[in-house]
């Protein structure tokens, strides 16, 4: 029996033909994955009467550690929206207009169009996964209204799926947010892989790391080897979130595909798209129902405190319900409380709250419209759950999180990503602020470092100071200048990725190993082009500042040829950090999904042990040189303290993922009031409140719907 461990793959054999896999139906099995705590055992599984590849138990191996990261990930998102607290609402369905719907001979995959009967698709929640496996496709559409249960229903869907996965091979159900997808420039699967190898960044690992699956058509990863041979079943939610005028072509895109899926969508948005081109081929099609009387009867009630032995505050509100349904409060109420996202908003107002009446919604003045109740939910959800906040950082959160929600509007996606969240502002002023950001972290390093070692040369106490803040701020400016122009080239469409890769000192990956080569010419470069510049015009600088007796093109000689010197010193020193990262890196574990705060820790960590291998390499080479007496003392502190120090800061805060975010999320947009000064710690409080949601590396808000009425609400004059 063979065993593989968890993040630990079989070894892998390049000559081992993918073609031997025959698809996920095992005609004999001797062995089943099973789950234990940590540790995953895939145990030999035979197809045919044969032994299963290497290839095939490689695929097993990282499918499990995939499917045991979501089990724990969606579990944990389910319980934090109380989906199942007390009881979970019972969202229903029933079958959709023929129209929406493909040729039941098509659904029952009949090739000769014999078999034709229509299924029975209508179901409750906990039968989703039942009528899913009902259709021969595979292949199901779930439309409904807004907040009418489509993600409730994707989630549970997914958990269901991968608790009866009965062996390695079965597919994983992933659930992936369409908003971001562009059918006109990406295809479903590549965009699959993408979104896999983001959020799990060990399936980004190419197919030469050792035990790895050999790569499916879309690519040479993991991620690409599991969607490229159908070990993904993907769980597609919002397909009326792809952006306008891309629905059509989105539709056709999965049509060109006939892997069983699952697919939420609200009806009008999937109807246009069907109107323009063809149903999505071989897809039974349901349709969301509205939530009963009795449903409302069963939930609200248990979710509060009771008012009297026998009755809690929502019982007088029941009553008039039922008792007159007609009554115009009555209908507009109703209406309201039909979809499970304004029960939810309504719990959270009223049920979880011991000081508030339900009974105001039945107020015909203050609400006179279906529509003016649902902005009453809406606007007091976000009040509610901060109500334990003073009053004036109570009134801030609701001008924070709507400028969060105009971000995602102007990026045109529902994913909220750290790395991102200073993108949407002007080029121009993004340039500036990277630019001032890295000329002070500069400047204030040289000014500090060259103060002490400028008195001690006999300039005195304040002229030394005079003369190391001008060589402070000109080569703070220089380097500013520097980072900026070449921050707004190379980084002013898109922010950058985070690495997704942890510091090891024990060593890094094969895969990574690759990278030295490359990063030391990076290095090399980079690094003698910033030497060469910075001391070229601060020598210029200050030789023009200070009265010295030379000459402009004295100036700018004596300048080339300092830079030349220095460079020769930056560059060998940065490629040899950039190269030798490679050797300390490995991409983060498949076993956890990477929430964005362990993401936004690794990055950090990553970019620190890069500024202190720079800083170490950059003194050890100029102590060589003052050692054998080459240069001056007062040029060691110069080139290896402030160049290494300074210049290594000026990089980090410039072009990493994680320096920008500190210089345009952490200090920016807090200094102008777009958002507090803590971040992190606001956007993970969100999360526990219930305001976002987790989808690997990023956030979402809880529902498109809140995401929506807060942007609109941040745009109205204060």
């Given at each position: 029996?063979?065993?593989?461990?968890?993040?630990?793959?079989?070894?892998?054999?390049?000559?081992?033909?993918?073609s031997s896999y025959e698809g996920p139906t095992y005609n004999t099995v001797s062995g089943a994955a099973t789950v234990h705590g940590s540790v995953i055992q895939a145990h030999t599984v035979t197809i045919g009467g044969r032994p299963r590849s290497r290839f095939e138990k490689a695929l097993d191996n990282d499918a499990d550690l995939l499917a045991e990261s979501l089990r724990n990930q969606w579990r944990a998102e389910e319980e934090q929206c109380k989906i199942r607290d007390p009881i979970p609402l019972l969202v229903r369905w029933r079958s959709a207009p023929d129209e929406l719907m493909d040729?039941?001979?098509?659904?029952?995959?009949?090739?000769?169009?014999?078999?034709?009967?229509?299924?029975?698709?209508?179901?409750?929640?906990?039968?989703?996964?039942?009528?899913?496996?009902?259709?021969?496709?595979?292949?199901?559409?779930?439309?409904?209204?807004?907040?009418?249960?489509?993600?409730?229903?994707?989630?549970?869907?997914?958990?269901?799926?991968?608790?009866?996965?009965?062996?390695p091979a079965d597919p994983v159900p992933v659930l992936f947010s369409l908003a971001s997808w562009n059918p006109s420039t990406t295809t479903l699967r590549r965009w699959m892989t993408g979104q896999l190898e983001r959020d799990y960044p060990r399936l980004a690992e190419r197919r030469d790391q050792p035990g790895l699956a050999r790569a499916g058509p879309g690519g040479s990863t993991r991620a690409a080897a599991l969607v490229g041979n159908d070990r993904i079943l993907p769980v597609l939610d919002g397909f009326d979130e792809i952006a306008d005028g891309l629905h059509r072509p989105a539709l056709e895109a999965l049509n060109d595909t006939d892997m069983p899926l699952l697919l939420t969508s609200r009806r009008t948005e999937y109807a246009a798209a069907v109107a323009g081109t063809r149903v999505l081929a071989s897809a039974a099609v349901v349709e969301l129902t509205a939530l009963s009387l009795t449903d409302l009867d069963n939930y609200l009630p248990r979710t509060t405190r009771k008012a009297t032995p026998t009755s809690t505050v929502w019982d007088p509100v029941l009553k008039h319900l039922r008792d007159h349904p007609r009554h115009p409060a009555s209908v507009r109420l109703a209406t309201v409380l039909a979809t499970p996202l304004m029960v939810a908003l309504a719990r959270t107002i009223y049920s979880d709250t011991p000081d508030r009446d339900p009974s105001v919604l039945l107020d015909t003045d203050r609400f006179r419209t279906p529509e003016a109740l649902e902005d009453h939910l809406l606007d007091n959800f976000i009040p509610t759950v901060y109500r334990d906040q003073p009053p004036a950082h109570r009134a801030r959160i609701p001008h924070q999180l709507g400028y969060l929600a105009q971000h995602l509007d102007r990026l045109g996606?529902?994913?909220?990503?750290?790395?991102?969240?200073?993108?949407?502002?002007?080029r121009s002023s993004r340039m500036c602020v990277i630019g001032l950001v890295t000329a002070l972290a500069f400047g204030l390093v040289d000014a500090l470092l060259m103060w002490p070692v400028i008195w001690h040369l006999g300039f005195g106490l304040v002229p030394g100071l005079r003369t190391a803040l001008l060589n402070g701020a000109s080569f703070g400016s220089t380097c500013g200048l520097g980072f900026g122009l070449v921050y707004g080239l190379r980084y002013g469409k898109a922010a950058p990725e985070p690495s997704r890769v942890r510091v090891r000192l024990l060593g890094g990956t094969k895969e990574m190993h690759k990278e030295i080569v490359p990063r030391l010419v990076i290095g090399l470069i980079?690094?003698?082009?910033?030497?060469?510049?910075?001391?070229?015009?601060?020598?210029?600088?200050?030789?023009?500042?200070?009265?010295?007796?030379?000459?402009?093109?004295?100036?700018?000689?004596?300048?080339?040829?300092?830079?030349?010197?220095?460079?020769?010193?930056?560059?060998?020193?940065?490629?040899?950090?950039?190269?030798?990262?490679?050797?300390?890196?490995?991409?983060?574990?498949?076993e956890t999904a990477v929430s964005p705060p362990?993401?936004?820790?690794?990055?950090?960590?990553?970019?620190?042990?890069?500024?202190?291998?720079?800083?170490?390499?950059?003194?050890?080479?100029?102590?060589?040189?003052?050692?054998?007496?080459?240069?001056?003392?007062?040029?060691?502190i110069a080139i290896g303290g402030v160049g290494g120090l300074g210049g290594g800061l000026a990089y980090a805060l410039s072009l990493t993922a994680w320096g920008q975010w500190v210089s345009l999320s952490r200090i920016w947009l807090p200094l102008t009031g777009r958002l507090p000064w803590t971040v992190h710690a606001f956007l993970?409080?969100?999360?526990?409140?219930?305001?976002?949601?987790?989808?690997?590396?990023?956030?979402?808000?809880?529902?498109?719907?809140?995401?929506?009425?807060?942007?609109?609400?941040?745009?109205?004059?204060?």
């Open positions: 029996m063979t065993k593989g461990r968890r993040g630990k793959d079989p070894a892998y054999n390049p000559e081992d033909p993918p040729h039941w001979s098509n659904i029952h995959r009949s090739p000769d169009g014999s078999v034709c009967q229509p299924l029975s698709l209508a179901g409750r929640l906990d039968e989703i996964l039942e009528v899913h496996r009902r259709i021969p496709s595979r292949r199901l559409v779930v439309l409904g209204r807004a907040g009418s249960g489509k993600t409730i229903l994707t989630i549970r869907f997914v958990l269901d799926r991968l608790a009866a996965r009965g062996n996606t529902r994913d909220l990503a750290w790395w991102q969240l200073g993108s949407t502002l002007p980079g690094g003698y082009g910033f030497g060469f510049m910075a001391w070229t015009v601060s020598t210029l600088v200050i030789g023009l500042a200070e009265p010295s007796g030379y000459g402009l093109l004295t100036l700018l000689a004596v300048g080339a040829q300092t830079g030349l010197i220095d460079g020769l010193l930056y560059g060998p020193a940065a490629g040899l950090t950039f190269a030798l990262m490679a050797l300390f890196e490995a991409p983060i574990d498949i362990a993401l936004l820790r690794a990055n950090r960590a990553t970019v620190l042990f890069h500024l202190l291998l720079f800083v170490l390499f950059i003194v050890l080479a100029s102590g060589i040189l003052c050692w054998a007496q080459l240069i001056r003392f007062a040029d060691w993970k409080d969100a999360h526990r409140r219930g305001v976002l949601r987790q989808s690997g590396a990023v956030y979402q808000f809880r529902h498109a719907r809140l995401q929506d009425h807060l942007a609109h609400v941040s745009r109205m004059p204060r």
